[in-house]
């Protein structure tokens, strides 16, 4: 079992930045991909980012190419996800997921974070 705990994001301008992190207990954390998703109101979640166990391989939705960067600490068991050149359409609650393969549908993954919003405006 691993739990999840997220923290980070709120509100921001567009063109600025936010840092998510998410934060894991129980299992080794290194043994889990985490990805991040996100949802926005009235929409289904959507792979944002993902890191395989090691921080070895990054993978990337068009969306967030070239503004936002996940990487991991496994020595502090947390995985962050800075969102960087902010637009108004990165608004949704993101979520940190852990699972066994680095994938990008929800259902792959095996844990989950609580969500946090992120909000930003023009």
């Known amino acids: 079992q691993v739990q999840l705990v997220q923290s980070g994001g709120g509100s921001g301008q567009a063109g600025g930045s936010l840092r998510l992190s998410c934060t894991a207990s129980g299992r080794l954390f290194s043994d889990y991909y985490v990805g991040w998703f996100r949802q926005a109101l009235g929409k289904e979640r959507e792979f944002v980012a993902g890191i395989s166990r090691f921080g070895g391989r990054t993978n990337y939705a068009d969306s967030a190419k070239d503004r936002f960067i996940i990487s991991r600490d496994d020595a502090k068991n947390r995985v962050y996800l800075q969102l960087n050149s902010l637009k108004p359409e990165d608004t949704a609650v993101y979520y940190c997921?852990?699972?066994?393969?680095?994938?990008?549908?929800?259902?792959?993954?095996?844990?989950w974070g609580q969500g946090t919003q992120v909000t930003v405006s023009s």
């Open positions: 997921a852990a699972g066994n393969r680095l994938a990008l549908r929800p259902r792959e993954y095996d844990y």
